[in-house]
């Protein structure tokens, strides 16, 4: 079993839509959550980051995160063409000497 | 946050060449991560280069295949060695800082 499980999609939705992005993981002992976007060819792009239980809201970005059912979420309001990439979740334990990816969820925001 | 700049951004080469990826940093860090991704893969860790001691690598590297320098808290290089067409990738470096994850603008890198 994989230590962190991503749907890798693809993901198909027409602009202005909400998007849902999800992981779950089996390490309780993860203790940072990150959302990465990454556009062809490109280096992944910190979008957000937390590391406790609940939501984190930044602009049009939501991160949300259920440490009791092992499980994270990133919405994506007023889905707009631009944010057309592949979305990483990672996590990190409490020292950062390692980070565990998602496969990542390749999303095309239509116009 | 910090400032990662990577060189090659891409480049092909020929089968049984070596080719070497620096990495530069805005900053002084401790931890310094090389990745691998495989198209359309996500990313696989190939070694921990922390500054002053040997790199770390993960189970399916090997030091002569990717030789790693750290000479300094601001950079490091990368090496693939004796290249086969099973090593055309996307190269990420990775900097901590600041308890977060920071990547490189990539290497792609095709090999004939």
């Known amino acids: 079993q994989k230590e962190v499980e991503q749907d890798p999609g693809p993901l198909s939705v027409p602009e202005g839509a909400i998007v849902s992005l999800n992981c779950t993981y089996s390490n309780s002992a993860f203790q940072y959550f990150m959302w990465y976007r990454q556009y062809s060819r490109k280096g992944p792009e910190l979008l957000m980051y937390t590391y406790s239980s609940g939501n984190k809201e930044d602009g049009r970005f939501t991160a949300q995160v259920d440490k009791s059912s092992k499980y994270i979420s990133l919405f994506i309001r007023d889905s707009q063409p631009s944010d057309s990439a592949t979305y990483l979740c990672a996590m990190s334990l409490y020292n950062f000497n390692k980070f565990y990816f998602g496969s990542g969820t390749k999303l095309n925001v239509k116009p | 946050s910090a400032v990662i700049s990577q060189k090659p951004s891409r480049d092909i080469c020929q089968r049984g060449t070596s080719l070497t990826i620096q990495c530069q940093v805005d900053s002084q860090v401790t931890m310094m991560f090389w990745y691998r991704q495989q198209p359309g893969q996500s990313l696989t860790l190939i070694a921990t280069a922390n500054q002053g001691s040997e790199a770390t690598y993960e189970s399916g590297f090997v030091i002569d295949k990717f030789p790693i320098s750290r000479p300094n808290l601001t950079f490091s290089t990368l090496t693939v060695s004796n290249m086969s067409p099973e090593d055309s990738s996307i190269y990420l470096c990775?900097?901590?800082?600041?308890?977060?994850?920071?990547f490189g603008s990539g290497t792609q890198l095709s090999v004939l």
């Open positions: 990775s900097v901590v800082t600041g308890e977060k994850l920071f």
